[in-house]
């Protein structure tokens, strides 16, 4: 308004003296206007600053921001939030985080929308300092349109257990936040595409995060496995929906390319993850090591750790570099064919492998000792 009025003054030139005067007083009296209603704003906004910077220890930054949120003029609510918090054993920092990420909830009557929430999961078993945690890593969930009860009850139905419901909302609150229709949509979906309802729970009690995502994400990625060609009706789907669900397309597309630049094409790729859904979760640079130990050092075919893709897994300095520098020492003893191939080899359980391999040779002392050598060398790396 005042730049507006600012430009009639400026194209005002050529009218009378009157007509400039009268210009002036109008403008001089709404910026007088303006003022007064910004200068209220202002001490209204900076008594919210002020408290929150204050008496929840929020930075200047995030107080100005949480500002935009709540808005208050004295302290008389927010004293009694903080005060519940304090009563129920959350420390300083569990406030902070709550405050900084539901600043609303300073405006709240923590009797009606708080006390609630704490009270349910208390008669679940859980302890007060484990709700401290649930609350203050998710605050959002303290919002009154989330119910923790229907949420915790269609889990428990899944899993069976409230135990066993605990656990998995204790290491994922957010799942508090989850909207019931949508869950239950999604689980149609997967019933819809075979997946069978005993591998369902699987999903609620080890992959609940995959239950975080949209509608639309949930759909696309069903879909995206399935053209992958994976049985719905194996738990290893359940495996692949996670695992997909957890990365995002650039790390996928980045760790197919680290796999082709080993000489594995698109298929036998696909094949992997299809026979062990964890092949994709190595990062690009345990896919090198890998690759470059059986490859580059022992002379393997790449397509031996696709028709394997669970070696991907183990332990590079603890498992497979001692147990390759034991297979090069047979070889170049001519105790085992150089052209000799074997999984077991590598994934035996380690007394097995002491008792059928370190022991079956005479030379079984020096063995022993080059693979403890290799041993030790990981653990002084600290791996």
């Not at 069976?160 to 239950?184: E, M, N």
């Not at 992958?228 to 669900?245: H, P, Q, Y």
């Not at 075919?301 to 897994?313: D, R």
């Not at 000799?340 to 008792?355: A, D, H, V």
Request: aromatic share 12%; charged share 20%.
């Amino acid at each position: 308004m005042l730049e507006f009025l600012s430009r009639i003054i400026t194209c005002s030139v050529r009218t009378s003296m009157i007509d400039k005067v009268c210009i002036f007083e109008t403008t001089s009296l709404l910026s007088s206007s303006l003022r007064c209603i910004s200068s209220n704003t202002t001490n209204h906004h900076a008594f919210t600053v002020s408290y929150l910077i204050n008496s929840c220890g929020l930075s200047p930054k995030s107080a100005l921001a949480a500002s935009k949120d709540v808005h208050f003029d004295d302290p008389h609510k927010p004293d009694v939030v903080l005060s519940f918090f304090k009563n129920h054993g959350f420390s300083k920092a569990q406030i902070f985080n709550i405050i900084k990420g539901y600043p609303g909830v300073l405006l709240t009557n923590p009797d009606k929308t708080l006390l609630p929430k704490l009270e349910f999961l208390q008669s679940k078993g859980v302890s007060s300092p484990d709700i401290a945690k649930i609350i203050s890593s998710h605050p959002w969930t303290l919002q009154r349109r989330y119910c923790f009860v229907p949420i915790f009850y269609f889990f428990k139905h899944l899993v069976q257990s409230d135990d066993t419901t605990i656990k998995v909302f204790k290491r994922y609150p957010g799942l508090f936040g989850l909207d019931l229709a949508i869950v239950t949509s999604m689980l149609n979906i997967l019933r819809d595409n075979g997946v069978p309802e005993s591998n369902i729970p699987m999903l609620a009690r080890c992959y609940p995060l995959t239950m975080m995502l949209t509608l639309e994400k949930f759909q696309k990625l069903v879909e995206e496995l399935r053209a992958m060609g994976f049985d719905t009706s194996t738990s290893r789907f359940i495996l692949a929906m996670n695992v997909l669900c957890l990365m995002s397309r650039v790390k996928w597309e980045r760790k197919l390319d680290a796999y082709r630049d080993w000489g594995l094409s698109h298929e036998e790729i696909l094949a992997a993850f299809r026979k062990y859904p964890y092949f994709m979760t190595a990062s690009e640079y345990k896919i090198m090591e890998v690759m470059c130990l059986f490859v580059n050092k022992l002379g393997w075919e790449p397509s031996f750790i696709a028709k394997h893709p669970s070696l991907m897994l183990y332990s590079v300095e603890k498992t497979l570099i001692p147990r390759a520098s034991v297979l090069e020492f047979l070889v170049s003893r001519g105790l085992i064919e150089k052209s000799f191939r074997s999984y077991e080899f590598f994934q035996s359980p380690e007394n097995k492998f002491l008792q059928n391999v370190i022991s079956s040779y005479a030379e079984s002392t020096e063995l022993l000792q080059l693979y403890r050598e290799k041993q030790n060398l990981s653990r002084c790396k600290g791996v």
